[in-house]
Structures are given as C-alpha cells and as structure tokens.
C-alpha cells in the first residue's frame, strides 16, 4: 500500500519565479492538505481540496494556489516567489470517511528560493 | 482559535528510559482531536497517535501513550524504552471537530526535539 508521495524532492527557484509541487494521496484517501513548514517552526496550513474544490484555507496569500485532479492528487502552485517562501512544502492525505481523520503525510519537498 | 503549546525545545532521554512530551491547548470546541507526529531530520512527518476528546481512556500504540488529562487540556505524549531511532521533533497537533464541516486543518505546536543517548 503506498503511502503519500511528493515531487519533486527538492526545488532551487530564483525571487519572481512560480513554482508546481506535486502531491499523490495514500491509497483510499479523497482529501488533501498542504502545510508550508519552515526552518525551526511548525507546519501552517496553506489550504485544503476534497471533490476537487478549495474547501479551507490559512492565512496565506493569493499567490499560493491549488488543484485537485479526479484522481484525487494535487498540485500547490506558488507565483512570483520571494525569499520568505523557502521552506518544506508538506502534502497530507485524509479520508472524509474515517472517524479519526487522520490526516498522513508525504516526504516534503523543499522549495529553496534565491 | 484554537493554541497548541510545547514549552519543551529539546529533551534528552537515556537508551531504554521512558521520557514524557508535553504539550497543552487551548480551544473552546467541546470535541476536537490530538495527534502527536514525529518528524525526523528527513523531515516526513510519521503518524504516531491519535486522541480523541471524548475517548475516555488513554490512547496507546505501541511505545507510544497519551496522557489525556482534559480539565487541565493537557495531552503529554510517553515514550517507553525509548530507542536510538526515536530521536526527533515531536509535535502535537489539534484539529477541530469533524461535524465543524470544512474545518479539518491541523493546528501544530512548535515541536520538541528529543535526543536519545546511547
């Protein structure tokens, strides 16, 4: 049974450029959370997509962006990078059906921005 | 809104001792979940327990134990015969009720990095 996976590992962008990360769910998994970890703290949530909508969203700007696929995969778009979004970009996979919800994560990529 | 704190940086623990996580919230839901992740330098973050409010026993899974203690929101992760492998930042994390609807992110603490000596 794989697990949550992520791609690419890591990522060198320079100030102004956008960025694709990629995200496959746990098998049996429908939701998909992306957290944005940086250096020494931990995960904030940046949004969340089920049935392929935004269903929840932190306290980040319009410049980070989401889709979800019917196969229930996902990708966070981040445009005009700066320095500040250098970071380990966590996806986490759920299902809406299980009690707990728990929610289990992917390896990370880690986006560094020049 | 909902808090999580962790007021330990870091913890050293001996090879085979147990060692207590801790960590305290704060949220005015009356059912919500904890969970405790461990991230190794790798920097996955690895499932370990799950603790819901309403569950009147302590969770466990293995090595792992949480010490539930409501009325004080309190939700201390234990460690027993703690391995060299354990070694890594633990967080605590809340999510709010599921029948919340669309409120299903994670709340995290700020971690404690725990080092276990041979």
């Known amino acids: 049974d794989a697990g949550v996976t992520q791609s690419p590992t890591h990522l060198i962008k320079t100030r102004g450029q956008q960025v694709t990360l990629r995200c496959s769910p746990k098998s049996g998994h429908d939701t998909v959370s992306w957290y944005q970890q940086a250096l020494g703290q931990g995960p904030q949530f940046i949004f969340q997509?089920?049935?392929?909508?935004?269903?929840q969203r932190g306290n980040f700007p319009d410049r980070f962006s989401g889709h979800q696929f019917p196969n229930y995969s996902s990708e966070l778009n981040v445009n005009a990078l700066w320095l500040g979004d250098s970071a380990l970009y966590l996806c986490?996979?759920?299902?809406?059906?299980?009690?707990?919800?728990?929610?289990?994560f992917g390896p990370g990529t880690r986006l560094t921005v020049l | 809104a909902q808090k999580i704190t962790q007021t330990q940086p870091g913890m050293f623990v001996q090879e085979k001792e147990a060692v207590t996580l801790d960590c305290t919230y704060d949220t005015s839901d009356q059912s919500y979940g904890l969970f405790w992740y461990k991230q190794p330098s790798s920097g996955e973050m690895i499932f370990l327990i799950y603790q819901g409010s309403y569950d009147e026993q302590n969770a466990t899974e293995g090595r792992y134990s949480l010490n539930f203690q409501k009325a004080r929101k309190s939700a201390n992760l234990v460690i027993s015969a703690s391995q060299l492998g354990d070694s890594a930042m633990y967080f605590c994390a809340m999510r709010r009720p599921i029948s919340s609807g669309s409120a299903r992110q994670l709340t995290f603490g700020s971690g404690t990095q725990l080092t276990v000596l041979p």
């Open positions: 986490a996979s759920s299902s809406r059906d299980y009690d707990t919800d728990t929610q289990y």
């Open positions: 997509y089920y049935e392929e909508e935004e269903r």
